[in-house]
């Protein structure tokens, strides 16, 4: 079971971690001592969670994140049969990314199937881009 579910209060943790995202690392360190004294009476595993401190709490959410996505994107992926382990690695040449994009827009795509320069995996991405746009994606402060 994942530390997340665990967790005896999971209102303070959702707190916590919805903070995290709007909050400065400096504003986030006084939410969490805050926090802290709020639990200290409970105790159990929300206690455990705010006694990190920023940095590792980013960690989490990020790992956190990694798994959703790249589980996300298996299951769409699913039908073609590709498989995404790494998020960064497998989808960083722009392929999988492409194949991604046609599948949630049923729209075709002419991108490069193996891209070996960096040029070619940066216009595989853009294309991809491109494509959710004109599909109606709002994209902000994403570019290849």
């Known amino acids: 079971m994942e530390w997340w579910m665990e967790n005896e209060n999971p209102v303070i943790l959702a707190a916590s971690m919805t903070e995290l995202g709007r909050k400065g690392e400096v504003e986030l360190n006084d939410i969490l001592a805050k926090k802290r004294e709020q639990c200290a009476d409970e105790g159990g595993h ?9 940095e590792e709490i980013k960690e989490k959410w990020l790992n956190i994140q990694k798994r959703s996505y790249t589980n996300w994107i298996n299951e769409v992926l699913r039908p073609t049969g590709e498989v995404v382990n790494d998020i960064v690695d497998d989808i960083g040449n722009g392929v999988l990314l492409c194949k991604l994009t046609m599948l949630l827009t049923m729209k075709r795509l002419r991108y490069q ?8 995996r940066q216009d595989n991405i853009q294309k991809s881009l491109n494509l959710l746009e004109q599909s109606g994606c709002k994209l ?3 570019g290849a």
């Open 46 to 54: 929300a206690l455990e969670l705010l006694n990190m401190n920023a």
């Open 140 to 142: 902000v402060n994403i």
């Open 113 to 120: 199937k193996n891209p070996r320069l960096l040029f070619q």
